[in-house]
């Protein structure tokens, strides 16, 4: 089959597409000869936007590029939102997600996230928070801000951690992070600031950095670290005189006075002339080191000595008490000026009345007066002479004085003049309260604690609450003293429930050491141990628990009855123990607890972890011996007796009196004698108290002879017999039957040593009478108790009527209830044995007797009648 080409049609096809070919081809060519030629020049915009294709090579990652911005910006507000909400585990989720997104986290949401972890806990949590975050995340920068962070709230600790951190995780330390961390260890006063210093090398501060750096080591008393920059100055560089200026302070800050005059030799050896202040500095320096000499020839050197020069060389007078030479340079400074300031006019009368010279004192006050040169503090100076010499109406004159001219007393002044007036009584401060409140001056926490202070050895719950009503009524927050001195007046008053209430008036801010062992101690007391644990915790956590804090945690622990608390308190400080040495008085309160809570064996459990480790006294050993001893265990006793004496501590009068009183208890009367006998040879006297003890087991154990034995060791010790010894001689001569010689020792022993019988001998002896079947004998003993003037007690009433009722004689328990009855209001007798005598006197014939008896305890039903109702 033939197929037919139209060639027309096909030409005309190729026609057009080889014309485009040609234009395309012919725009090229041209395109290249005016750009080779610089004959075509894009724009900014278009360089700018070809520029930015050649770097990102495709479209999609310029719009990538253009919102990493916003994507940044979302990481922030997450983390921020975090921070707001409390919630420490977002907080580090948001900051790892911004990390692994590979954007910078800035050091203000670290130090943010530092921040919220502390507040949660401590500073040492915040760092650990800080160490759960990729290593990544810290730069150069970061520390810096963490650097600073720390050094504005003063922990030392925290700029140690952050320097670690830097350091493991292998970072290149900035100058700027080497000054921020070194400035954060003057700030803080670090112990290791000067190693903390040599680790940062080869970090080269510079010379004005270091004049910078040394003025702060003076806040925190930092001398160590003060003193290697100086000397690492002077090495690399020379010292000036703002580096001289700097370390007089640390020096002078620090009270190191002898160090701080020696820098005024140096410097002239170094040919540097002291300015102005640096020689007032010096001054102050030589008049607090008591050198004299030095002061007057520094401030001979200072060519226009000004107030602050004359007023250390007026204290140096007053540290030598020469009033007279301290006025005369008073007299020179007014002549070197024609303005003079009240305040060195002031320094003089503070020798005055630091000398206790009154005339001296009286005459400058008038001097000044008439110059009107006094002010609040002039007069408030001269009141300490007048509180010093008891001169009262003096006083009062005073401040009528001040107010006539204008002056008003201040706080200082009615604070002075309270404190006076408490030493002779609370109701005399009040006074002087009631009329500051008139005058509207608002007490202080400082009035308040010399109110409290003043009630603290005779608390009561009316003054504490006068004195919570004056601070309420003016607003005054508690600071450390008054809140120490408020609980502890509460907890001498031993109410839980005021003491809960002063807990709550605690500022927020962090308290002190000593500040928090009182606050512990004190939820102890108000029963809120948990509290106690929280603020232990923290304390713990910062490595600010010290022997204080331990003691009152053991305290707290004791004082909620929590045994096992207070054994955990141990436990936790058991590396720290051999440090405490208040441990051992510690654990003695613990010892008692436990006898008290019968929880002997706990306590026995801690003795065994830690007698390795603390130091224990007598004390601590008698305290524990005498529990367990009480708790029944003799043996263990013993053996706490022979460790005791393997631990090289001497036993004592106690420990022997403990141990033989047990031994005499059980009846183990040879183990007893025996430890007598090494108390003896170890040159220890046998008291009073230790041969009764010895005496009461043999007599219980029936052994006459040995007591008998004993009796006569006692008498040739020199230790008379008392009515305790008597007590005992006659109940055992009562158990052997022989009830003369009980009577007769009884008479004997009181006209040989000159004592008299008292109601529990006369009781002893009716009751011997009265077992041998010798009533009419026991009636004798009770007549001639009577007679002697012995006044009976409860106890030899019921012996006698029980003894009437025994053997069924009415006519003696008539007389005896007619004897008690002016003192049946103070006696309380048992109802049932005054009920069974009148049902004997029925019994055996005689109901006048009855009847007689019935009206003695007639005014008894009566009267316990009207107590049920009232």
Avoid at 333 to 358: R, W
Avoid at 489 to 501: Q, T
Avoid at 727 to 752: F, H, N, W
Wanted: aromatic share 6%; with cysteine.
């Amino acid at each position: 089959m033939a197929v037919h080409i139209d060639m027309a049609s096909v030409w005309q096809e190729l026609r057009g597409e080889l014309a485009l070919i040609l234009l395309f081809s012919m725009g090229f060519l041209l395109f290249r000869l005016l750009t080779q030629h610089n004959w075509f020049q894009p724009g900014l915009k278009e360089q700018k936007f070809l520029k930015f294709l050649k770097e990102e090579g495709q479209p999609k990652r310029a719009a990538k590029r253009r919102g990493s911005e916003s994507s940044k910006y979302s990481y922030l507000q997450r983390i921020r939102k975090a921070i707001e909400k409390q919630s420490l585990k977002d907080a580090l989720s948001s900051i790892a997600s911004m990390h692994y997104a590979e954007y910078a986290v800035p050091g203000s949401c670290l130090a943010s996230l530092l921040q919220l972890a502390s507040s949660k806990s401590s500073a040492l949590a915040g760092v650990e928070a800080l160490r759960q975050l990729p290593r990544g995340v810290f730069s150069a920068e970061n520390v810096v801000t963490l650097a600073q962070y720390a050094a504005n709230v003063g922990h030392a600790s925290l700029v140690r951690q952050v320097h670690a951190i830097a350091t493991e995780a292998g970072l290149e330390l900035s100058n700027a992070a080497c000054e921020a961390l070194l400035r954060g260890y003057a700030v803080t006063g670090d112990s290791n600031a000067v190693q903390a210093f040599k680790e940062l090398r080869p970090w080269q501060p510079s010379e004005s950095f270091l004049a910078s750096v040394v003025p702060l080591c003076a806040e925190s008393r930092s001398v160590c670290l003060a003193e290697h920059l100086v000397e690492y100055s002077r090495q690399h560089y020379s010292l000036s005189l703002p580096v001289y200026a700097a370390l007089i302070k640390v020096y002078t800050h620090s009270k190191m006075w002898d160090k701080a005059c020696s820098l005024h030799e140096t410097m002239a050896k170094e040919g540097l002339s002291p300015d102005a202040a640096i020689y007032g500095a010096l001054i102050k320096a030589a008049v607090e080191s008591g050198r004299s000499d030095l002061a007057k020839q520094l401030f001979q050197d200072s060519s226009n000595p000004d107030v602050l020069n004359y007023m250390s060389m007026i204290r140096s007078a007053g540290r030598e008490s020469d009033v007279a030479k301290a006025l005369h340079l008073l007299g020179e400074y007014e002549k070197s000026t024609q303005t003079v300031e009240p305040s060195a006019y002031n320094c003089a009368l503070e020798v005055c009345v630091a000398a206790g010279d009154k005339v001296a004192a009286k005459s400058l006050l008038s001097r000044m007066e008439k110059g009107g040169h006094v002010d609040v503090v002039s007069y408030n100076t001269y009141m300490k002479l007048l509180h010093a010499s008891g001169a009262a109406p003096e006083v009062r004159e005073l401040v009528f004085a001040m107010r006539s001219r204008g002056i008003e007393p201040s706080i200082v002044t009615y604070n002075s003049m309270i404190k006076e007036a408490a030493r002779n009584g609370i109701k005399e401060a009040w006074k002087f309260v009631e009329d500051m409140e008139h005058s509207g001056v608002k007490p202080d926490a400082f009035t308040c604690s010399i109110l409290m202070a003043a009630i603290k050895h005779a608390p009561s719950s009316e003054a504490v609450d006068k004195i919570m009503h004056l601070m309420e009524r003016n607003s005054v927050l508690p600071d450390e003293v008054l809140l120490n001195c408020m609980l502890d007046v509460c907890v001498r008053l031993g109410e839980p429930a005021r003491l809960r209430k002063v807990l709550q008036c605690r500022a927020s801010t962090v308290p002190s050491p000593h500040s928090c062992a009182t606050l512990i101690r004190a939820y102890g007391h108000a029963q809120q141990l948990d509290q106690a644990w929280v603020m232990w915790r923290k304390l713990s956590t910062d490595s600010r628990a010290n022997e204080e804090s331990f003691v009152a945690m053991v305290q707290a622990c004791l004082a909620s009855q929590d045994l096992p608390a207070a054994v955990k308190v141990f436990g936790e400080m058991h590396d720290q123990l051999s440090k405490f040495p208040r441990s051992s008085i510690a654990f003695s309160l613990t010892v008692k607890t436990a006898l008290h809570l019968k929880q002997v064996d706990l306590a026995m459990t801690l003795y065994g972890k830690i007698r390795e480790i603390i130091s224990m006294g007598p004390v601590t050993y008698n305290s524990l011996i005498d529990a367990v001893i009480r708790d029944g265990q003799l043996d263990t006793g013993m053996g706490l007796y022979k460790d005791m004496v393997q631990q090289d501590v001497a036993p004592d009068l106690i420990t022997y009196s403990i141990l033989i009183k047990g031994h005499a208890s059980s009846g183990n009367m040879e183990a007893a004698l025996s430890l007598l006998r090494q108390m003896q040879s170890r040159g220890i006297a046998p008291d009073a108290i230790l041969f009764n003890s010895i005496l009461n087991g043999s007599a219980q154990n029936g052994q006459r002879a040995l007591t008998e034995k004993v009796l006569e060791d006692m008498k040739r010790a020199g230790i008379p017999p008392s009515n305790f010894t008597l007590s005992i001689l006659v109940k055992l001569y009562g158990r052997c039957g022989d009830l003369d010689t009980a009577l007769k020792v009884t008479e004997m022993y009181p006209a040989q040593y000159g004592f008299h019988l008292n109601a529990q001998v006369y009781t002893c002896l009716m009751s011997t009478f009265i077992s041998g079947g010798s009533l009419a004998r026991a009636f004798q003993v009770y007549r001639k108790m009577v007679s002697a003037g012995c006044a009976p007690d409860a106890k030899v009433y019921e012996t006698i009527l029980s003894g009437c009722l025994r053997y069924g004689e009415p006519e003696c328990a008539a007389q005896v209830l007619k004897d008690l009855r002016p003192e049946l209001k103070k006696h309380r007798l048992k109802q049932d044995l005054l009920e069974s005598v009148v049902g004997m006197a029925r019994r055996r014939g005689r109901p006048d007797l009855a009847t007689e008896m019935s009206e003695c305890l007639k005014g008894r039903a009566e009267r316990e009648l009207r107590e049920s109702k009232r």
